[in-house]
């Protein structure tokens, strides 16, 4: 049995079953009524769900990032409406009770991963229905097994025979055949393990990674079934040794260690040849992170020398030199002592190890759920593509989804994984993504960096990413919590750091190009106002940068003819900051250009139109008229703001300085100057507000300027 796990992905369109599915989940009232007290789901009077549906319905809940809560668990208390074969909870916040209720469909396999509200009160329920489980996995973490075996006044462990040693099991699941178990610690309670696996005379597979007080594991003899033991991370293998060699019928052991320290065994060579000779079926080996393979130099026995036969095979793993002829299916090296994976001639198939590609895509494979080697593995994996050619693009790109997938928390694993995306992603002419694997790409993306929003280099890696893809149409479907994750960065990060930067460009890249609806959506996530405070903020420190140039442009785009993102920068005393702007920085014409594009949009807007209608301002427009910075762009906009406050009639002209005649006598002044062929950067979105002014009979000036806008358009782009 090999320890992989198979992460191919499919790339063809969601089945029409899975659209069905994802719809119900996220509105579950079309299946489900909500108990009034409880607020617990149950299913509606007259559905009967069969297992497959319960199962996926269960996972696909869980892969859209829900939470498998007691209230969840609720749709299936009915044992007569609902079916549960196989359950499998990550990270979910399922108490004893709601456990129960899933315990009591007699499931035949169930895995608890990372559910840390479970607790050793479960265990009476999982012995009362324990009768069909096959495979049973508890994850580090998961409080399902007793701690300790003996009463609560009891210290240590004496000839007391406790309540467990007279019934005789911890665990009463008589036909179980697959059992993890990760991480437990029994405080040196030496009856604990025996009395817990010795029942268990079925069991083929057993997983006890990281736990401790094992003992000699001489027990493990009465498991004549046994095919696979998993020992990962267990310390003190070296008093083992003699038991495991006892275990004949073995076939896949892992006895590899991810620290120096416990991978330490004494008589290496000889050690390995023992285990190997005994094991006569071992197929597959892992020795990852020991010393077990030796220092690599061949060794020579005195008499060898003379009859030096280079016909004869030969390995430079000394203790596996009876293998030479029968190779395994999988040997894991990663990490042991002198590099064992790097040498010529190693009897396996398969091997796990950094020496090349294929040794570090098996590994990471090997290694998904081990979160320290893995993260080892995927900067491997980000170095071959950093500095060499990948061949398996394919397989490489699954592995790392997967990766980043199963470890949303782990940050080292979300930053190296993330690195090795933008190699992926920016060689993406030689690689064609399916609409659906982009998807998938951009939404691992987005949960490594909503998990770890204040890590600089996962942000850097996230964004200089999703700048690879095309924007806005690959991103729209998970738009709302990029535009978080954006404004986290623009208004949290470092100030002027190049992920701030980064991060203020891809917004005002989303802004520009978004339609009216998501331009809404950036204000009332917060737009408008993060990018006052940046400009409040270079104002403050006297500092015009890139930064503020890009805060006033993503106003400028998301106030385009959408009314209330113009009222919130009124509001949120955008007028102020434009005044100072104009007075701190007045030679920067891009400056200037992006926030007269910003006021042509709000003075648009009819009803805040009497906002702008001070003397201060109107002075101040009417002055921008004659302005030549930018070529006529800033006087351009000048009267395009003019003429909208002009086109609400003289009534509406409030002021008696400047007066409403000379602003308007100024304005078609600046008009004539202009060169009709001036090449202009603009985007329309439509000519509504053009056409409009064209509309306006009472003044002819307003008329005039939009004529002038049209007659230059249709001149300059004339399709
Ligand atoms: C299960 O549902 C059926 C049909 O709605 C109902 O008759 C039965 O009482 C329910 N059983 C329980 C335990 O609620
Ligand atoms: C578990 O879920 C919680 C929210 O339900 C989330 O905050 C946390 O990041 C998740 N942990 C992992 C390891 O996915
Ligand atoms: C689960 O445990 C956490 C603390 O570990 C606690 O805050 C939370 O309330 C628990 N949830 C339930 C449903 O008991
Ligand atoms: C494993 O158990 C030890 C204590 O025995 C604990 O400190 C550690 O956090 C656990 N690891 C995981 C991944 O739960
Ligand atoms: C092991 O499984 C067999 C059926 O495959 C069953 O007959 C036997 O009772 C099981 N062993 C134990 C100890 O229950
Ligand atoms: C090894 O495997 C063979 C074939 O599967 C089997 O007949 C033999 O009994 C096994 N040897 C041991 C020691 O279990
Ligand atoms: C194991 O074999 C290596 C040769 O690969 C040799 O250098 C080393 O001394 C041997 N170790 C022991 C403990 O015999
Ligand atoms: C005039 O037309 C050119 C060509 O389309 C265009 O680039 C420029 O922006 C226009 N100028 C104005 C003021 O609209
Ligand atoms: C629609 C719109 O207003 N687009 C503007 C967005 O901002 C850029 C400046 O960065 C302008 O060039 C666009 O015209």
Known sequence: MLPFTSVSRESAPDTLLDLCFKYVVCHLDIICTTDPFTKDYRLKDGL???????????????????????????????????????????????????????????????????????????????NEHGENLLSLSIGAGVQLLPSTLLPEDHVQEGEIVTAYHKRGYILRTPNLRRLTIKNLSVHRERMYFPLLLQPLANLTYLDLSSCSDLGDLSYLCELKNLLSLILFNVQRLQECIDSLCTLTSLRHLDISQSSEKHGTFRNENL?????????????????SGT???????????????EHSDDSVPQTDIPGLSCRV????????????????????????????????????LTAAAAYIDRTDILQQVLNDLYHLFRYEICHNMNNALSIVLEAMDRHVNEKHIQISGSATLFYIVKGKEKYAFSPP??????????????????????????????????????????YERLVQILLHIVSEMEQEGFVQRIGIFLLNTLACQVDGVQKKLLGDLGAV???????????????????????????????????????????????EYFLSCLSTFPEKEELLRNMMGLLGNVAEVKKLRPRLMTSHFVTVFATLLDSSSDGIEVSYNAAGVLSHMASDGPGAWTLSSPRREDVLQRM??????????????????????????????????????????????TRVYRK
């Open 48 to 126: 009967a769900l069969p297992s497959e549906i319960c199962e996926k319905m269960l996972q696909i809940y869980q892969a859209g990032g829900h939470d498998v809560d007691d209230r969840i668990v609720g749709i299936f208390e009915n044992l007569s409406m609902t079916r549960l074969r196989r359950v499998q909870l990550r990270n979910s916040s399922v108490t004893d009770d709601g456990l129960c209720i899933l315990l009591s469909h007699k499931l035949i396999e169930i895995d608890l991963t990372n559910c840390a509200n479970v607790t050793d009160g479960s265990l009476v329920h999982l």
């Open 271 to 287: 050690t390995l040849a023992r285990l190997v000779e005994n094991l006569p079926n071992l197929t597959s080996l892992d020795i």
């Open 291 to 305: 010393n077990l393979a030796g220092t690599g130099v061949a060794e020579h026995s005195p008499n060898s020398k």
């Open 325 to 360: 002829g029968r190779p395994f299916e999988f040997l894991g090296l990663y990490g042991t002592r002198h590099e064992a994976c790097r040498r010529h001639h190693i009897p396996a198939k398969l091997i796990s190890g950094n020496a090349n590609e294929e040794q570090i």
């Open 437 to 478: 694997l982009k998807r998938l790409v951009v939404y691992t993306l987005l949960n490594g960096m909503n998990a770890h929003r204040d890590d600089d280099t996962m942000m850097r890696n996230g964004c200089l990413t999703l700048c690879q893809f095309r924007l806005p149409e690959d991103v729209l479907f998970d």
């Open 529 to 575: 106002s993060k990018m006052l405070s940046l400009i409040e903020d270079r104002l403050n420190r006297k500092v015009c940068d890139d930064v503020l140039e890009v805060a006033w442009s993503t106003m400028w785009n998301v106030t385009d003819e959408t009314a209330i993102n113009c009222q919130r920068f009124l509001d949120g005393r955008g007028m």
């Open 668 to 713: 078609v002044a600046a008009i004539e100057h202009w060169d009709l062929n001036t090449e202009r950067n603009i985007n329309y979105r439509s000519f509504e507000p053009i056409l409009y002014l064209a509309r306006i009979y009472h003044t002819p000036e307003c008329q005039h300027w939009a004529v002038w806008a049209l007659a230059n358009l």
